[in-house]
């Protein structure tokens, strides 16, 4: 199908983000289930482990303790993913932006609350034109950005561009965006916002941690794939954007 530059780096960046949390998750598994055959009773992880472990000055947990050491791999493998996906959706949305930009720059530059100014000596500084209307771009971005709502952010980008994007099509993807909140400002614990919109998906509660099962960041990735798909064959529909 058609796609714009912008997604196709985004595209390719999240199936490898996929890829790379399943072997890390399946890798955990193995080894796990590995150091628990009888031969690897009293021994250290390091010596256990069918590799060279000399670099490895960490794995000198006795194998018993594998349970600990493994969970946390695989816990810190999803929460990191989550908020790697977080990263390519947000970029996406920003250079997204610089495409609509080419083709009707009023529509971008009006997305922001804010009254964004360049002074003479900012725009003296630029050596040429695409480097000034990337600048113009990351600042409503970036003022879009200080706001702190996911949703907000979405409904802005997607303002006035006549795009079919459902609220059905924004909620499938925003439990998922909002636990990178959680996970970075909130010490990856649920608070009473989050319980309040999407507890009961999660079956979670205010003070709960954020889930770290690797099926919640791999259905994070599967939700926010299409809906990101979506959005930019909107755009390409409405010639707001260029295929490639």
Do not use: W
């Not at 500084?125 to 949703?151: A, C, G, P, Q």
């Not at 099926?215 to 979506?230: C, G, W, Y």
Request: charged share 30%.
């Amino acid at each position: 199908m058609p796609e714009t530059k912008t997604h196709q780096r985004f595209r390719s960046r999240a199936e490898q983000l996929e890829m790379y949390l399943e072997a890390m998750d399946a890798a955990a598994r193995v080894t796990f289930n590995m150091l628990g055959h009888k031969e690897h009773e009293g021994k250290n992880v390091d010596d256990a482990l069918p590799i060279k472990c000399d670099n490895y000055t960490r794995l000198n947990h006795p194998v018993s303790h594998r349970s600990r050491v493994y969970n946390y791999c695989r816990s810190k493998n999803t929460l990191s993913a989550i908020v790697e996906v977080f990263g390519f959706f947000s970029e996406y949305m920003r250079d997204v932006l610089k495409e609509i930009y080419i083709t009707n720059p009023m529509a971008v530059v009006g997305k922001s609350n804010k009254q964004l100014n360049l002074t003479f000596t900012d725009i003296s500084k630029f050596v040429t034109l695409n480097e000034l209307h990337k600048k113009m771009v990351d600042d409503v971005f970036r003022s879009i950005e200080d706001e702190r709502s996911t949703i907000k952010l979405i409904d802005r980008i997607l303002k006035d561009t006549g795009a079919n994007i459902s609220s059905a099509d924004k909620g499938s993807v925003l439990p998922y965006l909002e636990l990178r909140h959680l996970i970075i400002h909130n010490n990856s614990k649920v608070d009473r916002a989050f319980e309040d919109k999407y507890g009961a998906l999660f079956s979670l509660k205010a003070g709960d941690k954020v889930p770290s099962k690797f099926n919640v960041a791999d259905t994070a990735i599967e939700k926010i794939i299409p809906f990101i798909k979506k959005v930019d064959s909107e755009f390409i529909r409405l010639s707001l954007v260029s295929a490639i």
